[in-house]
Each structure stands twice: as C-alpha cells, then as structure tokens.
C-alpha cells in the first residue's frame, strides 16, 4: 500500500541509478473500479514528461526506477479517458454520491491489484478548518456564545507535510497551528469577526505518523 503524497517529489532513477527527475504525477485509466496507473509524469529541470507504466521497474515511497537502456521523452499530453491523480484529484473537492456531500480530497491509496498498481482508495478523512469552519458557523446562531472544540491537524493544514511523506517536525507543527490560529481570527461573518479563540492545548493522542495535533477551543461571535 502507497499513499501517492508520500511519492510525490521523490527522484526518478534511470536503469542505472542516475536521476532523470521527480515525480510530478500518476496517470490513471478511468473507467474500471480500480484504475490502473498507466503513466508517470516526471518533472526535469526543464519540462514535464511522460512514461508509460511500462517504462518503470519499481515505484514506492522511495521514488521510481526506470527499466530499459533508452527513454522515450514525450511531452506529456493528457487523454480523454486518463486522469492526473496530482493535478485532478489531490486536495480538490469531489462529490460523495453515497453521502451526498462534497468532500475534500486529502490523498491517494495505491496498491498491487494482480501484479499492477492500482489507485484503489480516495482518503477523505479530514477537511481544512479554512472550510469546515465557515460550515460550522452557519449551523450555530450567531453572536451566541456557543462553544467548538476542533481538532486541528497541522500535516493536513499545511502542503509541506506532502514533500515530508506526510510528516512534519514538532516545530514544524507549532509554525502550522498558529498559521491556522490567525486564520480561525481573521474568519468574518460579514464586517465582523466569526470566532474568538479561546485556548489551544496539544492533542494526548498523537495523529498519523506521530504527527502533532492540538485542540483550540473557539466561541462562536457575530
């Protein structure tokens, strides 16, 4: 199993060790239930390019390693039936027909499916506060004085987490969290302020990878 954020900025070798890039982006086939991964796009000094699946001998956390003696250095050019798993998918918002909501895209599982790589899971677990806050707020009668306690998820706030395989330092993840505090300050409901902070404490429980979470206590304003 392989998180495409983990691989994402991680080097692309040629067959004999020598880099020829990173990884910019998977292409999948759409179409089946588990989409095939068909291609690699691979970000040079001086463009993008396209391989095809084929041209890879391994690919994991670690980066790629090409197979063959030559490279066919195509520029890369979509198709109608492929879609970008970085450009298209990673961190937009996508509709869950089963729920009937719009969720936010936060990573791409990947797995073996009979000897080839599939995209077999979209991870939606967590939403930015930028937008699950605003949401909140419209539940909660305004200047009620009503009380949240959110989990705030530095490794999913900030997009350093995703050139780190999916980790950042504790101070990392201070820097992050009052990032996410002056933000949470700065939310408006019309001319006036949406939230006052009350208090922040670090989570007891740490999050995935060992990451640093906290808990800010807000009350609910205009």
Do not use: C
Not at 29 to 39: E, F, I, K
Not at 61 to 80: C, H, V, Y
Not at 171 to 182: F, K, R, T
Not at 197 to 210: I, L
Request: neutral net charge; hydrophobic residues 45%; without cysteine.
């Amino acid at each position: 199993m392989l998180y495409l954020s983990h691989a994402i900025g991680r080097p692309v070798l040629d067959a004999t060790g020598e880099p020829l890039g990173k990884v910019d982006d998977l292409i999948v086939a759409v179409g089946n239930r588990y989409p095939p991964v068909t291609g690699l796009v691979v970000a040079t000094d001086r463009r993008r390019i396209f391989l095809p699946w084929s041209q890879v001998a391994r690919f994991d956390a670690s980066g790629a390693l090409l197979s063959g003696d030559t490279i066919d250095i195509t520029r890369f050019q979509q198709r109608s039936d492929e879609i970008l798993l970085r450009a298209d998918l990673l961190d937009k918002q996508i509709v869950d027909i089963d729920g009937r909501r719009v969720v936010r895209v936060n990573d791409l599982r990947l797995d073996d499916v009979e000897g080839k790589l599939h995209l077999v899971a979209v991870d939606v677990g967590w939403t930015r506060q930028e937008k699950i806050l605003p949401a909140v707020a419209k539940l909660l009668p305004a200047a009620s004085g009503s009380s949240v306690l959110t989990l705030i998820k530095p490794h999913y706030e900030s997009d350093l987490a995703r050139t780190q395989r999916g980790v950042l330092t504790a101070a990392q993840s201070e820097e992050v969290l009052w990032q996410v505090i002056d933000q949470i300050a700065a939310m408006r409901t019309g001319d006036n302020p949406a939230w006052r902070v009350k208090g922040v404490v670090q989570s007891p429980v740490e999050g995935q990878k060992g990451n640093v979470e906290f808990i800010a206590w807000l009350e609910r304003l205009a």
